[in-house]
């Protein structure tokens, strides 16, 4: 078993930033790692992945504007966001998953204002 443990989150105006973290309690360094995010009355979506390898993959809502990260010797990742938009405001969960492991930690609310 994996726990994740998010933070990082908050309030921030339009065109405000935040950086979101997420720390494992074990080794990730085999784990694709990723944000998701579940605004209320919707599906949860994806935001970024990144490999092990340092692959990483957006959504194209986010394309220049979130940057994921990990340091897998702090069993930890980021996601940087710059630019925040009121459609960004949601729940943002870290998952980690590898072959048929798939963790969740408990998600960071995450509210833009207009």
């Known amino acids: 078993q994996v726990q994740l443990v998010e933070s990082g989150g908050g309030l921030v105006q339009a065109g405000g930033s935040l950086r979101l973290s997420c720390v494992a309690s074990g080794g990730i360094s085999l784990f694709v790692m990723g944000w998701y995010r579940q605004a209320p009355g919707k599906q949860r979506e994806l935001v970024a992945t990144?490999?092990?390898?340092?692959?990483?993959n957006y959504a194209d809502s986010v394309k220049g504007r979130f940057t994921i990260s990990r340091v897998n010797v702090l069993k930890s990742v980021y996601l940087q966001m710059n630019s925040l938009q009121p459609e960004d405001t949601a729940v943002y969960y870290c998952n980690a998953r590898f072959r048929s492991s798939d963790y969740w930690g408990q998600g960071t609310q995450v509210t833009v204002s207009s």
């Open positions: 990144v490999t092990g390898g340092g692959n990483t």
